[in-house]
C-alpha cells in the first residue's frame, strides 16, 4: 500500500490554458475526492466518485472543471481555460466508503499556479 | 497549552506540555469526525478519528473528545515533541460523503 499519489505536484501555467491532474487512489479504496485549498484555508471539496460513478459535486466546480474517474480507478481532473483564481493547491484523498470505512486519506496534492 | 474559545488560529507550547486543540462543528447530522495534521506543503495526514455515537477516543499520545450537546471536538496531545508543529484541522462528514473543514489551528513547539 503505497497510498495516494498524485501528478504533477507542481505546475504553473498561463491564464487561458488547461491543465490536468491525475490522481492514483489506495488499491481497493472504492471513493475518491478531490478538494482544493487556499493558503491558510482548510480543504474545500469539489467532487467524490463511488468507483466510476460521481456521486456529488460542490457548487465550487463551474464548469471550467471536470473530473473523470473512467475505470475506478485513478481519476483525473481538468480546469479549462485557467484564471488567476484557480490557483491553489488540488488535494485528491480516497477511502474504503459505505460501511467498511470512512477515513479519507489524502495525497501530496498538486500546487497549481496561474500567471 | 489550550486554545481559547471555539477557535484560536495560534497556539504555542513548550515541549513535553499537553496541547488542547478545539474545534466546532456546524452541522448536528455529522455522524464522523476527523482530526488532520498537516505540514506546510504536504496533504493533510490521518491523525485520529471518532463516531458520533462516543465521546472519546484514545490513541497513541492523541485523545479526541467529542460533545455533541454543543458542537464541540477537541484534540489533546500528550506531551507534545518539535515534531507536532503543524497546522490541525478538525473535519465532520455524513456517511463518509464531504468533508467540511474547520479554519485550522497552527500548532508551535518551543523547544
Known amino acids: 500500500d503505497t497510498g495516494v499519489s498524485q501528478d504533477p505536484r507542481h505546475k504553473i501555467t498561463k491564464r487561458g490554458q488547461n491543465v490536468t491532474f491525475r490522481c492514483d487512489p489506495i488499491?481497493?479504496?472504492?471513493?475518491l475526492y478531490w478538494y482544493r485549498q487556499t493558503l491558510g484555508q482548510g480543504p474545500e471539496f469539489l467532487t467524490y466518485?463511488?468507483?466510476?460513478?460521481?456521486?456529488?459535486k460542490s457548487r465550487l466546480l463551474s464548469d471550467r472543471f471536470s473530473a473523470e474517474r473512467p475505470k475506478g480507478s485513478f481519476s483525473t481532473l481538468e480546469i479549462q481555460r485557467t484564471e488567476q483564481g484557480d490557483s491553489a493547491m488540488y488535494l485528491c484523498?480516497?477511502?474504503?466508503?459505505?460501511?467498511?470505512?470512512?477515513?479519507?486519506?489524502f495525497g501530496p496534492g498538486t500546487r497549481l499556479t496561474v500567471l | 497549552g489550550e486554545s481559547v474559545g471555539l477557535h484560536l488560529p495560534t497556539l504555542s507550547v513548550q515541549e513535553g506540555d499537553n496541547s488542547i486543540i478545539n474545534c466546532a462543528y456546524s452541522?448536528?447530522?455529522?455522524?464522523?469526525f476527523i482530526w488532520y495534521k498537516q505540514e506546510s506543503g504536504k496533504g493533510p495526514q490521518f491523525i485520529i478519528d471518532i463516531r458520533s455515537n462516543m465521546d472519546k477516543r484514545q490513541g497513541q499520545r492523541v485523545t479526541v473528545l467529542l460533545n455533541k450537546t454543543v458542537k464541540h471536538l477537541s484534540l489533546q496531545i500528550a506531551a507534545t515533541q518539535p515534531g507536532d508543529s503543524a497546522v490541525y484541522f478538525c473535519?465532520?462528514?455524513?456517511?463518509?460523503?464531504?468533508?467540511?473543514f474547520g479554519e485550522g489551528t497552527q500548532l508551535t513547539v518551543n523547544p
Open positions: 473535519a465532520e462528514t455524513t456517511s463518509g460523503s464531504r468533508l467540511t
Open positions: 488499491s481497493e479504496h472504492n471513493r
Open positions: 466518485f463511488q468507483n466510476e460513478a460521481q456521486l456529488e
Open positions: 452541522n448536528s447530522a455529522s455522524d464522523y
Open positions: 484523498a480516497s477511502s474504503r466508503g459505505g460501511g467498511r470505512g470512512y477515513e479519507q486519506f
